[in-house]
């Protein structure tokens, strides 16, 4: 079993690659309106905008995921097991 100094230290850093994530997320945002409305980029606008939206896309399902599993998580059901007797009629 995990320690609670463990679970703290694993959101600690999971805080952090949402953290990452954001400014990942923004770099992909400044690719694709700004650099890509530049005229002459080197390797053409359409990299720049395929680039700038991946970044954002591959950055904000992480961080959907990662808030989810943070901050969202259910509660698993215990469920208490219940065995059939036998229950055969004899005759």
């Known amino acids: 079993m995990s320690s609670?100094?463990?679970?703290?230290k694993g959101k600690k850093i999971k805080l952090i690659l949402i953290?990452?994530?954001?400014?990942?997320?923004?770099?992909?945002?400044?690719?694709?309106?700004?650099?890509?409305?530049i005229f002459n980029v080197p390797l053409g606008v359409?990299?720049?905008?395929v680039f700038g939206c991946t970044l954002m896309a591959v950055s904000g399902l992480y961080i959907g995921y990662t808030l989810?599993?943070?901050?969202?998580?259910?509660?698993?059901?215990?469920t208490k097991h219940i065995y059939l007797d036998d229950?055969?009629?004899?005759?």
């Open 19 to 37: 953290f990452v994530s954001c400014i990942i997320f923004g770099i992909g945002y400044y690719f694709l309106n700004v650099v890509s409305g």
């Open 87 to 91: 229950t055969i009629d004899k005759k």
């Open 68 to 78: 989810k599993q943070l901050f969202f998580t259910k509660n698993k059901k215990r």
């Open 4 to 8: 609670s100094r463990e679970r703290k």
């Open 46 to 49: 359409t990299f720049h905008v």
